[in-house]
């Protein structure tokens, strides 16, 4: 999908905006929240941070690093909501963009890459798949999320570009709604995604994978 921040027009918010009609997000049944169909595995008792293979604590890190992220484009998003709009916004909203798109994405892709192939594998060598369907597995949710926050963020940023160059007031505003949902959206979807990851696949892969494997998998991920 094409995302590139680098190369779209700048949103230029203009400081009279009007504050908006508050759009409810947390009165619907959340898309996100996390699917029926499949049996995850049991979440087992957590294991602390130090206990983990350092393959998996580096997932760990770049999600600590992530949420931050995510907190400060949570509160770029509340200020452009309410009305607080200056010059600063159009620096902060790009700088998320293009973490998400440098960072984020190459996580994501690392996971796919060398993680949830081994995991699915184990998943599906010990039944811990779906009830109805002996394919799905947790992960296919994960990758799924990992397509969707794509989607998401690539609609955001391109409305939130767009918001600056349309000239019919009221036209600028049903697109600024539509960033702003769609951003309210991608924070909802990365942070259940990430809680998943974190309580889920990590301590799956710590318990089910020996020392060795996992340090066989890291090597992997440096060329080694
Ligand atoms: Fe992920
Ligand atoms: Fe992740």
């Not at 998943?123 to 990758?143: P, Q, R, Y």
């Amino acid at each position: 999908m094409e995302f590139n921040p680098n190369t779209a027009p700048e949103f230029s918010p203009s400081a009279t905006i009007e504050p908006e009609p508050e759009i409810d997000m947390e009165g619907g049944v959340s898309p996100y929240a996390p699917p029926e169909a499949y049996a995850p595995p049991s979440k087992d008792e957590e294991i602390p941070y130090e206990n983990m293979h350092p393959f998996l604590q580096e997932f760990i890190d770049e999600h600590n690093a992530y949420t931050k992220e995510l907190n400060v484009f949570e509160a770029t998003i509340a200020m452009i909501e309410g009305g607080n709009v200056d010059k600063t916004m159009d620096e902060r909203l790009r700088q998320f963009f293009s973490y998400f798109e440098d960072k984020v994405v190459k996580h994501n892709q690392d996971e796919e890459k060398y993680l949830f192939p081994r995991i699915t594998k184990k998943m599906k060598a010990e039944g811990e798949h779906s009830k109805s369907d002996n394919n799905f597995t947790v992960i296919d949710v994960l990758e799924d999320d990992h397509v969707k926050s794509i989607q998401l963020a690539s609609v955001a940023f391109n409305m939130f570009a767009l918001f600056s160059r349309v000239p019919d007031e009221r036209s600028r505003y049903m697109i600024l709604d539509i960033a702003l949902n769609q951003s309210k959206e991608l924070l909802e979807l990365l942070r259940v995604h990430i809680f998943r990851e974190d309580t889920i696949i990590f301590t799956y892969a710590q318990r089910n994978f020996s020392d060795e494997e996992l340090t066989e998998i890291q090597q992997k991920t440096k060329g080694v």
